[in-house]
């Protein structure tokens, strides 16, 4: 059986995790969203967004453990043959060598609910436009953009650890070291959104 870590994810501002979708007049951006218009947040892009900070951390000061390999498979590194980049090694999450399954993160199932009873999800979103401004201070025609907003909440998700039990408390330390590290994520973090907060919540023994 698997170790499970929970852990919470918490916005201290609005934040825009993308869809890659339009809502045509609506906004130029859309946020993810489930079935259900609840925000949300796909593993696929936890897993990233946590890899790219053990990295940064792993250059800094090697884990033990092999962790990164146990944890997000192998990363591939960029190589030249006959002038062209190539990558020696695999990025396939189905035979990368990861240990590891990462959940979606939602917002709570009482929140949710409770939303849903009250037809109150749109309340959940705002829109915040911009435009580009030439050289003159005149904004330019036809550049005016609004990005979907989620505004600051809390969402929840897990992450399976399938590698060796031995290795299970080595491994909460080091993703609790990489989480802590995060402080912003989501489209315009470097303009004021997305800032956050990762907290473990609970180990499975």
Request: aromatic share 10%; hydrophobic share 35%; charged share 25%.
């Amino acid at each position: 059986m698997p170790k499970t870590l929970e852990y919470k994810i918490k916005f201290y501002s609005f934040w825009h995790v993308g869809a890659g979708l339009t809502g045509t007049t609506y906004a130029d951006d859309l946020v993810n969203k489930n079935e259900d218009g609840l925000p949300m947040i796909p593993g696929k892009t936890l897993k990233g967004i946590i890899r790219d900070a053990a990295s940064h951390l792993e250059s800094l000061q090697p884990f033990p453990n092999h962790f990164l390999k146990s944890a997000f498979g192998l990363i591939p590194k960029e190589k030249r043959v006959n002038g062209d980049i190539v990558f020696s090694e695999t990025d396939d999450e189905d035979s990368n060598g990861a240990h590891t399954f990462f959940s979606s993160a939602y917002i709570s199932e009482a929140l949710a609910d409770a939303l849903l009873s009250a037809k109150a999800e749109t309340g959940l979103y705002q829109l915040k436009a911009s435009t580009k401004i030439n050289k003159v201070g005149v904004a330019e025609d036809f550049s005016l953009r609004k990005m979907e907003m989620t505004i600051p909440l809390e969402l929840h998700a897990t992450i399976e650890y399938f590698g060796d039990s031995k290795q299970w408390d080595s491994f909460c330390e080091n993703m609790e070291k990489t989480m802590g590290f995060i402080k912003k994520m989501g489209a315009n973090r470097h303009r004021g959104l997305g800032r956050c907060e990762f907290i473990i919540t609970s180990k499975s023994e």
